[in-house]
């Protein structure tokens, strides 16, 4: 795309590393404010139990202890609420209960709060946490979603029926897509758990609430990806406190990954309290507090069928999951699974007819709702292991499958969007490009010669195609409010050039990994024609920033920097006007490029810093314009962004042992235009290894008391540089048609494509084997790969 | 209890609670907050510290056991202003995102060069598996490690 001075398109190294690297970063749990306090929490041993006494006595009279709040305490103040509303088929509203910020008759998870106790030292609270006695009463527990769904099983919630929050479908009516399915001449038939995942960010979450008494303020420093988000919920929704009167600082936040957008019950709470005590109190997640609280990922238990004709074209597609919502609805909970996820069944294929239904369930878990990628890696790994099982059964190579499927490009400009069976139409794509250049990065056919040989040597070498594609750029507001969003989803963009040209930018993005401080400041310099020493990205608080709705779902340079762009473009026009009276010509003869304002066709032109002075210094200025040149701009997109691309997992499976190594990883991906390539490459890895990390390494497990077994970093697998080799990366360009700068979106793409393409791996060197094997249930450990060799399915969730 | 410790060559003399992590004691007493809390257990390495030299995960050691010890952290490495070609890697590869694990890996790195300078990419990824890093795929951290082992063999003083 185009640059007055190099910048857009550039590695740029990033601004924000130098505190990083030198320790003065500042994380929420590294500020510490006059007179704080400290909190900890009483929380459910049992997974489902009345509780029949909360007994605080002892407790209260523990050294430090300030005070102690229970579930009755806050049994008049509402509960987080749920951001979405997603409806039944028969078109009734979601069983949406309350979620309490502490519960005071029974608890739903392990790690429900029941009291919160505060006291003048860390060590202090927790020692007196541990001396609240609670009476429980111990109740059935069930915690896979297709079980709690049957008739008999454990209420989560005793008013609501079967644990049902919503029974939904989107798609053709499936009588359609029967009757395509009657007709193929093969189906391939995949049942499967998209296991349950933690996100591990790995800075915890940690918070500071205070109130000013004289003020009447509040404030809430929280490690959020989303402040403003926060406030509007904790302030509307929950605690009914005005707005103007709550402040919220995100300030570094280490990692988020979807964990950090929700409305956590402890930010209101400490918010809460901190009037109550009038002093400040923080609270930071212990790790294992991390696991048992932070929302969870996936989870989905899914049987997907996909038809073929006898040529290999798809011609339906049909899609029954049952999502696994935890114990109450998160900020996204119900979202996830249906519109983000129903939304995508499409995947880069023209399938005439598709169905998907999700049922919604409540279990006696952690809430799961987004987590990298959201809704979307679910969709993908169905599409994607489907295209690879069928290319095995029906003896067709898996690229042939999908070049035959693919949808053919369009650019969204001269070729319209593509219109899908599932609510979307796509913006721009050359889904073509992508696995083609895939394909020469692997060097596929000399790596069937490769597999063939391995395989006389009773070697299994593998490969596994993942060809995705994504909605990101979440969202135009009217959409998703059609859809059942409860707030708009713009964002909101301020430059404020200040007198001597230097330029403060407030964006409503929020960073926390992804380098907003470098790319936004290479756009805005850009397009200004300034140094990037002139330029400074203002994010994450409340006080400074306007508005914003946050980062997630690959939005912020698609969104925030659009909103951004809006505003400079009302800056160049200003300036222009300035420029026109200094210079004594008509404002449409200047012209504005690499930083100045010139007339058109001679050599009269005035610098952006002069601009800049004049509008702030405003003696010789034209007559009817305001002084000063600061715009923000709410920028409210036309269409979601589809990125894509190919990803390609080269494997090999020990025989005696079924231990699998990753041998290549090649992502091919197109996220439109690139301001920063190290900041997209860079995202795509991270992504990369989440999505390698749960078809390898990652999984939740729950034992039928409702205990997480994988509670800690020595039950979890976490994923470890001495896993991996490193990856193989490309891009390809295919502008978005419709924001300002050409962009789709980088964050997710890595975690969405990855999944499928490594389990398709394993999968193609055990069928190399002769071992005809469907599915194997992630992670794909050692014994499960071995006894899947030996003819075992495991498919227990 | 009382204890003496030279932290980044400056002396403290604290009279702390015995149960005291070193973590906290160089966080919030000193308030050094480079050193990052990730999961209290030794696991995630965020709290990589240098005691006497080698480096050290300070979540697992009591403030009361570096009595008497010399403690180096991420605030301390750059020397005379200069950036400790790690620092400089990390910057230069990219090697870090969100920037929370970063001091910690920075810090066993640091150790891990002092003992083999001239690494493999196998032997910085086993020296590695200490430290998680969610953000980054750890590809970034192997090439700056690699790119500050290149450097520190051309001279560039620690």
């Not at chain 1, 049987?303 to 999502?323: I, P, Q, S, Y």
């Not at chain 1, 987004?370 to 099982?389: K, N, V």
């Not at chain 1, 990652?698 to 979890?716: F, H, I, K, P, V």
């Not at chain 2, 204890?3 to 070193?22: S, T």
Request: proline content about 5%; charged content about 20%.
């Amino acid at each position: 795309m185009s640059t007055t001075n190099g910048l857009i398109g550039q590695s740029v190294k990033r601004v924000e590393d130098k505190r990083f690297i030198t320790g003065k970063g500042k994380y929420t749990d590294d500020i510490i404010l006059p007179l704080q306090t400290y909190a900890a929490f009483v929380r459910s041993i049992y997974a489902h139990a009345k509780i029949i006494n909360v007994d605080t006595t002892a407790a209260s009279a523990m050294p430090g202890v300030v005070a102690i709040y229970t579930g009755a305490d806050v049994a008049d103040i509402n509960g987080v609420p749920c951001g979405w509303q997603v409806n039944f088929k028969n078109g009734d509203t979601m069983k949406e209960p309350k979620h309490p910020l502490m519960v005071a008759d029974k608890a739903r998870h392990t790690g429900d709060a029941i009291a919160m106790v505060i006291a003048e030292t860390r060590e202090q609270a927790k020692d007196a946490a541990e001396a609240v006695i609670v009476d429980y009463e111990e109740l059935p527990v069930v915690v896979n979603a297709a079980e709690a769904v049957k008739p008999g099983a454990p209420l989560v919630h005793d008013d609501v029926p079967n644990n049902m929050s919503f029974d939904w479908e989107l798609g053709n009516p499936k009588a359609e897509v029967d009757e395509a399915m009657q007709k193929a001449e093969h189906i391939t038939t995949l049942e499967f758990v998209n296991q349950r995942l933690v996100p591990n960010a790995i800075e915890p979450r940690s918070y500071i609430g205070s109130y000013d008494a004289a003020n009447e303020k509040y404030t809430l420093y929280t490690s959020t990806q989303n402040p403003h988000l926060i406030r509007l919920l904790m302030c509307a929704f929950v605690l009914g406190i005005p707005e103007h009167k709550v402040r919220v600082v995100g300030p570094d936040v280490g990692g988020g990954f979807g964990s950090k957008i929700y409305h956590y019950t402890e930010e209101a709470l400490v918010t809460w309290a901190s009037k109550k005590i009038n002093r400040p109190i923080k609270w930071t997640a212990e790790r294992s507090e991390s696991f048992l609280l932070d929302a969870h990922g996936r989870d989905h238990i899914t049987k997907a069928e996909m038809g073929f004709d006898k040529d290999g074209n798809v011609l339906a597609l049909r899609v029954k999951t049952f999502a696994n919502l935890g114990a109450y609805l998160s900020t996204f909970g119900a979202c996830v699974p249906t519109y983000l996820h129903g939304t995508l069944m499409q995947g880069l294929y023209t399938t005439p007819k598709i169905n998907i239904d999700v049922t919604g369930v409540f279990t006696n878990t952690t809430a799961v709702d987004a987590y990298r990628g959201a809704g979307r890696p679910e969709a993908t790994y169905i599409l994607e292991r489907l295209m690879d099982l069928a290319a095995l059964e029906m003896n067709i190579d898996p690229a042939e499958l999908r070049f035959k499927n693919f949808i053919p490009p369009f650019d969204g400009v001269n070729q319209p969007g593509y219109q899908t069976q599932v609510a979307l139409q796509y913006d721009s794509g050359n889904y073509h490009g992508v696995l083609t250049t895939g394909l020469q990065m692997l060097g596929y056919a000399d790596f069937r010669k490769q597999q063939k040989e391995a395989a006389q040597n009773g070697k299994l070498l593998g490969v596994g195609f993942s060809t995705y594609i994504e909605a990101c750029g979440i969202a135009p507001s009217a959409v998703v409010g059609s859809l059942g969003a409860r707030a708009g989803l713009y964002e909101v963009g301020q430059v404020r050039v200040q007198p001597t040209g230097k330029v403060s930018v407030f964006t409503g993005a929020h960073s926390h990994g992804q380098g907003h401080e470098t790319t936004f400041a290479q756009v805005v310099a850009d397009k200004l024609g300034i140094p990037m020493e002139d330029v400074e990205i203002i994010h994450g608080d409340s006080d400074s920033v306007a508005f914003g709705m946050g980062t997630y779902g690959s939005r912020s340079l698609a969104v925030g920097g659009s909103a951004i762009v809006k505003s400079i473009d009302k800056i160049v026009e200003k300036g222009k006007k300035i420029a026109a009276h200094k210079l004594e010509a008509s404002a449409d003869d200047i012209e504005f490029t690499a930083g100045k304002f010139t007339v058109k066709g001679t050599d009269k032109s005035i610098g952006f810093a002069d601009i800049a002075l004049t509008a702030y210094v405003p003696h010789v200025y034209p007559k009817d314009l305001e002084p000063g040149l600061d715009f923000s701009s709410f920028y409210d997109p036309a269409n979601f962004t589809y990125p894509f691309g190919c990803h390609i997992a080269v494997v090999e499976v020990e025989k005696e042992t079924g231990r699998v190594t990753l041998k290549r990883f090649i992502a091919v991906d197109d996220v439109g235009n690139i301001i920063n390539p190290m900041i997209v490459e860079g995202q795509i890895h991270g992504g990369v290894i989440q999505g390698v990390g749960q078809a390898l390494l990652e999984g939740a497990e729950y034992d039928d008391n409702g205990q997480l077994t994988t509670g800690s970093y020595m039950d979890y697998c976490m994923p470890r540089a001495d896993d991996f080799p490193m990856i193989e990366t490309a891009t390809q360009v295919t502008p978005c048609p419709h924001n300002p700068l050409g962009v789709k979106g980088a964050g997710e793409a890595g975690a969405i494509g990855s999944t499928p393409a490594v389990v398709n791996a394993v999968i193609d060197a055990l069928w190399s084997g002769g071992h005809k094997v469907k599915d194997i249930r992630m992670p794909l450990t050692s014994e499960r790969v071995w006894k899947a060799m030996q003819g075992e399915v495991i498919i227990k969730n | 209890m009382q204890i003496n410790v030279k932290v980044n060559g400056v002396d403290y003399h604290h009279d702390v609670e015995p149960r005291l992590l070193l973590v906290h004691y160089l966080r919030d007493t000193l308030r050094l907050t480079g050193t990052h809390v990730g999961c209290e257990t030794s696991l995630c390495g965020s709290c990589t510290i240098h005691v006497n030299g080698k480096a050290t995960k300070s979540c697992s050691l009591l403030a009361v056991q570096a009595d008497g010890c010399e403690i180096k952290t991420i605030e301390g490495l750059a020397s005379n202003g200069d950036l400790h070609p790690l620092q400089e890697g990390f910057k230069e590869m990219h090697g870090l995102q969100c920037g929370f694990c970063t001091p910690g890996i920075i810090m066993m790195a640091a150790d891990f060069l002092g003992q083999v300078p001239d690494p493999s990419e196998e032997e910085i990824r086993y020296a590695l598996k200490g430290n998680f890093c969610r953000c980054t795929g750890y590809h970034n951290i192997v090439k700056s490690i690699k790119h500050a082992a290149a450097k520190m063999k051309e001279g560039v003083t620690v």
